[in-house]
Nanobody, 115 residues
Framework: QVQLVESGGGLVQAGGSLRLSCAAS????????MAWYRQAPGKQREAVAV???????NYVNSVRGRFTISRDNAKNTAYLQMNSLKPEDTGVYYC?????????WGQGTQVTVSS
């Protein structure tokens, strides 16, 4: 079992920055991929960024060049640095982890970008 707790969401003006954190606990040594998803009001949840245990990262086109995903395996924490935020980045951001074939989710943190 893996438990994930997100933090760092909030309200920011367009063009601003936020840094989300995702602290993992439990069977952390079995975690392979970690990812950030988001769900905007009235829309389906979408994958924003993913990072492997070795540090390889990939992004959805809409955030590439503005967001950076990273992870500190020693601290069992993943991060999402979000720069040049746009109103369309508004949504609930969820951390996810894959471990031994199972997917685990955090409770989500709200990000609101005002125009």
């Amino acid at each position: 079992q893996v438990q994930l707790v997100e933090s760092g969401g909030g309200l920011v003006q367009a063009g601003g920055s936020l840094r989300l954190s995702c602290a993992a606990s439990g069977s952390i040594f079995s975690i392979n991929t970690m990812a950030w998803y988001r769900q905007a009001p009235g829309k389906q949840r979408e994958a924003v960024a993913v990072i492997t245990k070795g540090g390889g990262a990939n992004y959805v086109n809409s955030v590439r060049g503005r967001f950076t995903i990273s992870r500190d395996n020693a601290k069992n924490t993943a991060y999402l640095q979000m720069n040049s935020l746009k109103p369309e980045d508004t949504g609930v951001y969820y951390c996810a982890a894959r471990s031994e074939g199972s997917d685990y989710w955090g409770q989500g943190t709200q990000v609101t970008v005002s125009s």
